[in-house]
């Protein structure tokens, strides 16, 4: 059975900071680049942040930069999102997902399996 699970999602205040984990389980991980995404009410899904297979090479969307950090695992099969600093604007409902191949990982149409989200919710 193909799996990713994100977990770590909440409610936290503005200022403050969340974790977020993606455990895959039944198909090809480690070996694949792996982004985070994520769907704010009434808006389009965008990309978050992405990591190389090894780790070695990672991007963030301007919005997050300097404040999120991707990591992954390997022998856990897990990737994370580490947020800080977060904002009310980083509401949203966050998706781990396995990029499938393409011209560029910063769209979610090149990743072939998401999981089903974590709702991070953010007051001011």
């Known amino acids: 059975q193909v799996q990713l699970v994100e977990s770590g999602g909440g409610l936290v205040q503005a200022g403050g900071s969340l974790r977020l984990s993606c455990a895959a389980s039944g198909l090809p991980f480690s070996s694949y680049t792996v982004g985070w995404f994520r769907e704010a009410l009434g808006k389009e899904r965008e990309f978050v942040a992405r990591i190389s297979w090894s780790g070695s090479s990672r991007s963030y969307a301007e919005s997050v930069k300097g404040r999120f950090t991707i990591s992954r695992d390997n022998a856990k099969n897990t990737v994370y999102l580490q947020m800080n600093s977060l904002k009310p604007e980083d509401t949203a409902v966050y998706y781990c997902?396995?990029?499938?191949?393409?011209?560029?990982?910063?769209?979610?149409?090149?990743?072939?399996?998401w999981g089903q989200g974590t709702q991070v919710t953010v007051s001011s």
């Open positions: 997902a396995r990029f499938g191949g393409g011209a560029t990982a910063y769209s979610a149409i090149n990743y072939d399996y």
